[in-house]
C-alpha cells in the first residue's frame, strides 16, 4: 500500500482514532503517527499500550510537521482544537475529520484554517458502542462506508484522502454536508435518539418491574441497550449540531408511531400486518447490500451456562 | 437428563418449535416428538429435514397420547387449535404454548380445555429474527430465560414443565399473567414496535435519499432492520393482544421522547449529556445478567471484502 502522508496526526484518541491507528499500522499508510488526547489518562493509556508511534502533550506539538491531520475529537471540540493548532499547521497539509456531523464540523473548522492547508470533512460510518483508547481495533473499518464531504476541497487532497480511507479498508463515497445529515439523521442520529429513550423508560419502569427489564432483555431490548450505551458527550454534540434534520425525521416517526398506536388501539390487525411486512424486505436489501450477515441474531455466539 | 414426557407434540413449526425439536433431542428429553403446521409446505420441509420423528397430517392426529402438547402457533390462532385438540387430549397430559402474551392466551385456551388435562403456559424468552421450519437450533434457548405463567396449575404439572425447559437449557421462573404482559410490554412489544416504525420512515424517505438509507445503515439502523425483520403474523397477534400494556408503555415513551426532543431543540446539553449516561448503566447490568456479551457489536464478525 502506498504512503500517501508521511506523517499523519491523530487528535483525540477514542474508538475511531485508535483503530485509525491500528489500521495504519496494519497498512503501513504513514511513516510517523503522532497522537493527542486532551485527558492526561488517556495518553497514558495511549503510551502504556503503544497507541500512536509518540503521543504528545500538546495537540500542537503532535500536528507539527504533519501531512494529514485528522480531528476525532467530539463535534462541540472542534473549533477550540482548530483555534489552538491553525496556526502551526505545515503549509500544504491536509485536515480532516471523523465527526457524525458535516456542516456543523466545516462552519467549526473554517475560520480557523490557514491558507494553503486542505480541509476534507469524512465520517467512516463504522463504531461499537464502546469507546476510549482501548476500544480500537484494525479491522473496524472493513467494508463500512467512509463518507468524505470535499465542500470545494482541492481534487487532489481529496482523491489522496479516498486512497488513505480505501487502505484502511473503507469504501469511499462523497456528498454534500447538508445531503450527508439528512442521510445520518435517519440511518443513525434518529435511531440513537429513539434508543436511548426507550432504554429512559426502561429504567423509569424499575421501580415497577425491579429488575426484571434488566432480567428478561434478550426478547429485542438488548439491542437497543447497546446503541444507547455509546458515548454521552459525543451524542450530545450530534443532537445539538444536527438539530434541524434530526427534528424532522423525529417529526415524521412520531406521525408514524401515531398512526401504528392507532392501529393497535382500533385493532386493526391489517394495516400491522402489512406495516410488518413492508419492513422485513428493507432487511433484505441491507444483506444484500453487505453491510450485515445474513446470521440470526448476528451470528451471536450463545452464552454457555457456567 | 430424565425424559419428564414420553411424548411431545409441537404444535405449528416455526423457529422456536424448530428450536425444541433439535433442543430436546440434543437432550434426550422425550422418546417421541410429534408436529403439525397447518402448511402442507411447512410439513413437508419439516419431513425433508428430519423436524419431530412423526409430521402427522392433522393437529388432532399429532396430540394423540401426547403427554405434553405445545401451542407453537401465533397467539392470534390458539384458539382455534384448542377447539380442534381439546376432544382427543389424554386425560393427564398437560398443554402448553410459547405465545409471547400470556393473558390472551389464557382467555383463548381455557374455554376448551377439557377436564383432567393441565394447562401451564410458558414464553421461552428467545429467539432471532428468522422464521420458519429451518431456522431452529438446538442452543436457541441455552441461558435463556422461560416465564412459567401456571394461572392456578397443578403444582407436579407445573414442576414438570420448569424441569422441561430446563432440559432445554434454559433458566425459568414464575410470573402472573398480567405482570408477565407488562414487562414483555417494556423488554420487547414496544421496542419491536418502535424499530418497526423507525424502518418504515426510512422506507418512506429511500424516495428522497435513493437507497442511501440501506447503503449507509451500519451506523444504529441496522439493528432496527434486524429486530423489525421478525415475523408480521405473530407481531401483529402481539400487539392485537397486548394491547393496554403496550399502549401504557408507548404513552410513557412518548412522553420522554418529547422531553429529549425538546431538549434538542432548546440546545439543553446538559439535559441530553446526563440522560445519555444514565442510559449506559442499564447496559452493563445487562452484561451482569449474562444476557449480552460485552464484546462489542455483539462480537459481530466483520464482513470481509471479496
Redesign the interface.
Known sequence: MAQEYQKVALIGLGLIASSMFWGIKRAGLAVEVTGYARSAETRETAREIGLCDRVCDSAAEAVEDADLVVLCVPV?AMAAVMEEIGPVLKPGATVSDVG?VKRAVIEAVTPHLPGGVHFVPAHP??????SGPR?GFA??F????C?LVPDGAEAEATARLHRFWQGL?SNTDEMDAD?HD???A????????????????????RR??D????????????????????D??M???V??TN?DA??E??G???E??FA??RA??Q?D?DM??D??????A?????IE?????EA??????????G
Do not use: C
Not at 142 to 145: E, G, H, I, P, V
Not at 186 to 195: C, D, F, M, R, Y
Not at 282 to 286: E, T, W, Y
Open positions: 462541540g457524525s460510518l463504522a463504531g461499537t458502542e464502546q476500544s479491522e473496524l472493513d467494508n463500512r462506508w463518507i479498508g445531503h439528512l442521510v445520518l435517519v440511518t443513525s442520529h434518529t435511531p440513537h435518539l429513539i434508543a436511548y429513550t426507550m432504554v429512559g423508560v426502561a429504567d423509569d419502569l415497577v418491574t429488575s426484571e427489564v434488566i432480567k428478561y432483555s434478550a426478547a429485542g431490548f438488548r439491542d437497543f441497550t447497546r446503541i444507547a450505551a455509546s454521552p458527550t451524542w450530545r454534540d443532537f445539538l438539530k434530526t427534528l425525521i423525529l415524521r416517526f412520531t408514524e408511531l401504528l398506536q393497535i388501539r385493532g390487525g400491522l400486518h406495516y410488518f411486512t413492508r419492513t422485513r428493507i432487511r433484505r436489501g441491507i447490500a453487505g453491510q450485515d450477515t440470526p441474531d448476528f451470528g451471536r455466539v450463545p452464552v454457555r451456562k
